[in-house]
């Protein structure tokens, strides 16, 4: 069966904002802006052709077609949630990984990491930012950050300096093993990506 739906990005900027009734407390939730949540509320508006929000002088209100769009969508989205809360990755260690919403995961060759540490289960959540490690939801984080926050181990993965992509871990649980295996690994596989940046390229070829 094939089902007909809209954008998934479109329907979880429509749920938190009718959730929050605000544009900006959605995009603080979705770790975007709100301009992109406002967004992608319109495409999602122009798709089903009905207008879901009266957008009103510092006020959202839910259209009649809103408030009856929006127990679908949420009830939806919950019981996605509750199906991936029963997966279980495979390893005896579960290690949930946050990564902001720009990094691109395919940098980090997750398969491969899974394939040398059968032992560690890893689960990744992004978009995911400091609110997410903090409440416990992942265990460390790739956060697009100055790497300054007390009390959190933050460990540079770009050679760059002021802001940059760093790793964070609770102070309290950076050296456990699982974690210290997911440190090693990246600072191997994002050294080796900086090494073959800075290689000279050869321009032309022969006979050029």
Excluded at 84 to 104: N, Y
């Amino acid at each position: 069966m094939t089902y007909a739906l809209p954008p998934l990005n479109a329907l979880r900027a429509f749920e938190a904002a009718a959730r929050h009734l605000s544009f900006k407390l959605a995009a603080h939730e979705l770790h975007v802006t709100p301009a992109a949540v406002g967004q992608q509320v319109k495409a999602l508006e122009s798709r089903l052709g009905v207008q879901l929000f009266e957008r009103l002088h510092k006020q959202l209100i839910l259209t009649a077609a809103g408030q009856a769009y929006l127990p679908g969508v949420s009830e939806g989205f919950r019981h996605i949630a509750e199906a991936t809360s029963q997966l279980k990755p495979e390893g005896v260690v579960l290690l949930q990984l946050g990564v902001h919403a720009s990094f691109d995961l395919r940098r980090l060759d997750l398969a491969a990491f899974r394939s040398a540490h059968a032992e560690i289960g890893l689960r990744v959540l992004q978009p995911a930012g400091l609110h997410e490690l903090v409440e416990g939801k992942v265990d460390l984080l790739i956060a697009r950050s100055l790497g300054h926050h007390p009390g959190y181990r933050c460990d540079r993965i770009t050679e760059r300096t002021g802001l940059g992509d760093w790793l964070i871990a609770p102070e309290g649980t950076a050296d456990c093993p699982e974690i210290v295996s997911f440190r090693e690994w990246l600072r191997t596989v994002m050294g080796a990506k900086a090494r073959a940046s800075r290689r000279p390229r050869l321009v032309g070829g022969v006979g050029s």
